[in-house]
């Protein structure tokens, strides 16, 4: 037992050597927090939101940005709805923030779980995740055209993999499905990486893959982007594949696919905080922003950089909600009431 | 049991019938999957009851009458931890929970009981709360101390 | 021969002596986390995920690899020493595990456990040395309708074995499907069965199930006994290591039938868990002791901690070269190669040679530290059991407590536990097996999910299942379990028999 206690000490002692500095923290905010400060993550372990939310943890620890440490939990029970309840129930309790995805505005929607996101308070938007329609690069069609009339051909027989039920991924198939007539069996699968494997692994046609899930595959030779769900192409211009970078993937309106969709990946905080403690996550978010860390997982997934506080961060979040609304309303997906 | 496990089969039953336990235009509905294993908890407890009644072992208790009550001298105590744990917090209540135990059912001296029973949950919260950054349920007592 | 010279290079990135001193601290982290409830694998990586930012990356995956391989190890000490299965794929290893220490036996079981992991681990690793391209292509094989099959492979294996009354066992197997079903259905994103209770809305997680059914259960049937309870005097023997060892040859068959399932079901990945369930299912059929099964049988302990670890270890290769997860501690580690701006897939073996084989090769390093560290603990961790029960129950109970709260932070599964403790204790009474239904709440999930995805590509036909050899062959081998004590029946009728008098 004792050299255990020993070996135990030593690691209290080095984390304890980790731990912030004082004078590192610029007094910019009057309110700081005075205990470990809990981040939810309303999803499992290994998707998207999981990797940004502990790279912020990595990235909070390594420079030494916040005196107490950061608490990482994964919430992801009923799509996301145990985390969102959890910090709805914790009203005035700053020492708790979460980050969201669109499971934000869907999960309440298709499953009628009493919450909505007016039940928390905004902090910031810290990014956009994209969307890229991705077939096998086995696959002879090379543009949305082609694919387009091949998933006709096959007469509803075609396949898309895709994360979860009646969230961003089936909202983003249904769309597909509005603009070009086509039919796809949209076949729910756990996570992005289990999507992108199904994809290569030829037992779905097709996928919407976030760039960062498929992005190995890409540069493997085994996919295939065919368009981009934004309005503009993507901004990075490092070669990737070949000659190919996110860059020279079209945008989806352009191929004649009217569809654009960018997944919200923002902080909120419990319902009830005051201006102060608003203000210090904001200022703490936008010192992990700097960090060369913060920049590497932006460039790696290709993300959409738009960074929103206050009022306009709020105001996008009511209209990004209205929009799921409507969507899922065409789709069929609102819960039965 | 059988009767309880009816009970439950129904319930699953009904449950699966008001999501739906049909086909729907993408596939198998919700409550398709639960629905039948509804009915099949439902058919093995009608033979497991007819069997313990054929048997007739309907009447005879599972357990000694001693043995239940060493049983319930356990369970109750753990009850009342489990409900005391959302209220006074999991640190307070488990040393009651071990002081009780070891005093009634072990009948140690308060030389013995005390240690332990204040021992432990210190050790826990500092593997916890301080090591490995888990945050347990906490009460009063801990609030005024500034946790 | 190009993946032994690059096996070397990483043997000598593994021997600095600060990547050693890395290994050391992480195994002994990972036994803490394993044996400590509530911090499985996937949390304790988690947590310690930061620690490791200021480190090389290949420095940090041995240290995180380590606090697996560790985590891995100490799950077995729980199951053995109190019947509580801190990890899905140590259910089965407390089937027979935990009656041997009852018996006295604490010592072999726990020898017999950390040997059979480390060598499961071992054959993986060596696996994914000389054939990891291979494997990986094999991975990809594998759609909703072959995972279906692997899961009924594994209920089927698991059927028909136990002692109890066969109405019983569907009753208890069924209950535990439809306890898993409760919350949110992942096909069509509809909650079910929570009946408008938002504390159901997660449903039934099997570590709370697991914890109050085996942990609760155990001390309230251990209670009927009363106080004047033994204490299983166990002779604390400090040869026992080498004692068992010299008995653990004779289930050569059992260990390499389990390296075998492991590594498959690893690779698929269905993962550790039916693999260590299918696992001691087939050695209970193969052995000729098998009758004893569940009585304490030192085979029964090496089949499912043989194949776990071998499950384990190969579900990293699925990770490294398709970047998909096989377990959940595995998706944290997949987090932390992002982080450190590794892209896993398979770019990561052809651009990130040192990195790779550093690993692979603090696999090997690894287990034997693992296992040298965790032999010496167990003397002492058999000694746990001496403790009188009126001060270890009251302690193991806040431990169940504390391990049912961190699964998702709520007092509300600290008293589902109890009522699951309750349950347990009178399903045993009434003679009803516990194992279909844990095995149903672990995997009652997963093989719905992929039976109805393969209903959803195929349309609804379920000629799915036998679309190809190599579910169709799953599919057979699955049957063949299912029916197996008929065949075995019809054999020994065909075959003329000694007479005998």
Not at chain 1, 40 to 61: E, K, L, S
Not at chain 3, 307 to 325: F, I, K, N, R
Request: net charge positive.
């Amino acid at each position: 037992m004792s050299r255990k206690t020993k070996f135990c000490n030593f690691v209290v002692l080095s984390a304890f050597a980790l731990a912030p500095l004082y004078a590192a923290v610029p007094v910019a905010a009057a309110w700081e927090p005075s205990r470990p400060v809990e981040f939810i993550i309303p999803a499992g372990t290994g998707g998207g939101a999981d990797i940004m939310a502990r790279t912020v943890q990595g990235i909070v620890a390594k420079h030494n940005l916040m005196k107490q440490p950061m608490v990482v939990i994964n919430k992801s029970g009923g799509a996301g709805g145990e985390g969102f309840l959890d910090v709805k129930n914790s009203k005035g309790n700053p020492h708790k923030i979460i980050i969201t995805l669109s499971n934000l505005f869907t999960t309440p929607l298709a499953t009628g779980i009493p919450f909505n996101w007016k039940d928390l308070t905004p902090v910031a938007m810290l990014a956009l995740d994209e969307f890229v329609l991705w077939v096998n690069a086995e696959k002879p069609y090379k543009n949305v055209k082609e694919f387009v009339d091949a998933a006709k051909k096959a007469n509803g027989t075609f396949k898309m993999a895709g994360t979860g039920s009646k969230q961003e991924d089936q909202i983003i198939t249904v769309a597909i499905e509005k603009s070009t007539g086509a039919k796809f069996i949209y076949i729910p699968q756990r996570g992005g990486g289990a999507v992108a494997v199904q994809l290569v692994g030829n037992h779905a046609d097709s996928t919407v893959n976030n760039p960062n899930e498929a992005l190995s595959h890409w540069r493997g030779g085994k996919l295939r982007p065919l368009c981009v769900f934004d309005e503009k192409k993507l901004v990075y211009t490092d070669k990737l594949a070949g000659d190919m970078s996110w860059s020279s993937i079209p945008t989806c309106k352009s191929q004649g696919l009217d569809m654009a969709y960018l997944m919200l990946r923002g902080i909120f905080m419990t319902p009830g905080a005051t201006k102060d403690q608003i203000d210090y996550y904001v200022g703490l978010f936008q010192k992990v922003r700097e960090t060369p860390e913060w920049k590497k997982l932006m460039s790696d997934g290709a993300f959409n950089q738009t960074f929103m506080t206050g009022k306009e961060y709020t105001d996008w979040v009511a209209r990004e909600e209205k929009r799921h609304e409507e969507l899922m309303k065409e789709a069929g997906f609102l819960a039965k009431k | 049991m059988a009767g309880l496990m009816i009970v439950f089969a129904l319930i699953v039953i009904g449950g699966s019938m008001s999501v739906g336990f049909n086909w729907d235009f993408d596939g198998p509905r919700a409550g398709f999957f639960p629905f039948y294993i509804g009915l099949f908890i439902l058919g093995a407890s009608i033979v497991n009851f007819w069997q313990s009644w054929s048997d007739g072992a309907g009447g005879r208790l599972f357990a000694e009458w001693g043995q239940i009550r060493q049983v319930v001298s356990v369970v109750v105590p753990s009850t009342v931890y489990v409900a005391l744990v959302p209220w006074i917090g999991i640190y307070v209540s488990s040393a009651l929970l071990i002081a009780v135990f070891m005093k009634w059912l072990g009948r140690y001296g308060w030389s013995m009981v005390l240690p332990v029973a204040a021992g432990v949950p210190v050790a826990t919260f500092i593997v916890f709360e301080r090591w490995f950054l888990v945050p347990l349920p906490k009460g009063l007592i801990e609030e005024l101390l500034g946790f | 021969m190009e993946e032994i010279a690059n096996l070397f290079n990483g043997f000598a990135v593994v021997l600095q002596p600060f990547n050693i001193m890395v290994m050391v601290v992480g195994i002994l982290l990972g036994v803490i986390i394993g044996v400590l409830p509530g911090l499985g694998g996937a949390n304790g990586v988690a947590i310690l995920l930061p620690l490791t930012f200021s480190m090389s990356p290949t420095s940090a995956i041995i240290m995180l690899s380590c606090i697996y391989w560790g985590a891995l190890f100490g799950g077995a000490i729980t199951s053995v020493l109190f019947n509580i299965p801190g990890e899905p794929w140590s259910v089965a290893t407390t089937f027979d595990g935990h009656p041997m220490a009852q018996k006295g036996k604490a010592g072999e079981a726990l020898t017999a456990a950390f040997t059979s992991s480390f060598v499961g681990a071992l054959f993986a690793v060596i696996m994914i040395t000389l054939v990891a391209p291979l494997v990986a292509a094999f991975a990809l094989r594998f759609g909703p309708a072959e995972k279906f099959g692997v899961y009924f492979l594994a209920f089927c294996s698991f059927i028909g074995m136990s002692k109890e009354p066969p109405f019983k066992t569907v009753a208890a197997m069924m209950i535990g499907f439809a306890l898993a079903s409760v919350g949110l259905d992942e096909m069509t994103g509809q909650l079910r069965l929570t009946f408008g209770f938002e504390k159901l809305l997660t449903g039934f997680d099997f570590l709370i199930a697991v914890i109050g059914l085996f942990g609760i259960g155990e001390i309230l049937l251990t209670m009927e006994e009363g106080l004047s309870f033994k204490g299983r005097s166990a002779k604390i023997n400090s040869r026992v290591v080498f004692q068992t060892w010299a008995q653990l040859p004779r289930y050569w068959m059992t260990s390499l039938r389990s390296c075998i399932i492991g590594c498959w079901m690893g690779v698929t990945p269905a993962g550790a868990t039916p693999a260590s369930f299918m696992s001691y299912g087939i050695a209970k059929r193969a052995s000729k002791d098998g009758h004893k099964f569940g009585t304490g049988e030192i085979e029964g302990v090496v089949a499912p901690e043989t194949a776990a670890h071998a499950a384990g270890t190969s579900a990293l290769l699925p990770m490294l070269a398709l970047g998909v997860p096989g377990s959940p501690t595995a998706a944290v580690l997949l987090g932390g190669l992002l982080i450190w701006g590794l892209q896993p897939g398979p770019m990561l073996f052809v651009e990130q040679k040192e990195f790779v084989w550093g690993l692979i090769a603090s696999m090997y390093l690894g287990n034997v530290v693992g296992l040298l560290i965790v032999l010496t603990c167990v003397p002492l961790l058999a000694a746990i059991l001496r403790i009188p029960f009126s001060i270890i129950a009251p302690v193991i109970l806040v431990f169940c407590a504390i391990g049912a709260y961190t699964v998702h932070n709520s007092t509300f599964d600290v008293m589902l536990m109890m009522v699951f403790g309750v349950f347990g204790y009178l399903l045993k009474k009434c003679n009803y097996p516990l194992a279909p239904m844990v095995l149903a709440i672990v995997l009652g999930n997963a093989a719905e999910e992929s039976f109805r995805q393969s209903l959803l590509a195929s349309q609804g036909s379920l000629t799915i299942f036998w679309s190809n050899w190599l579910v169709g062959s799953i599919m057979a081998l699955g049957l063949i379990a299912l029916f197996w004590p008929l065949i075995s029946q019809a054999l020994t009728r065909v075959r003329p028999r000694p007479v005998t008098t």
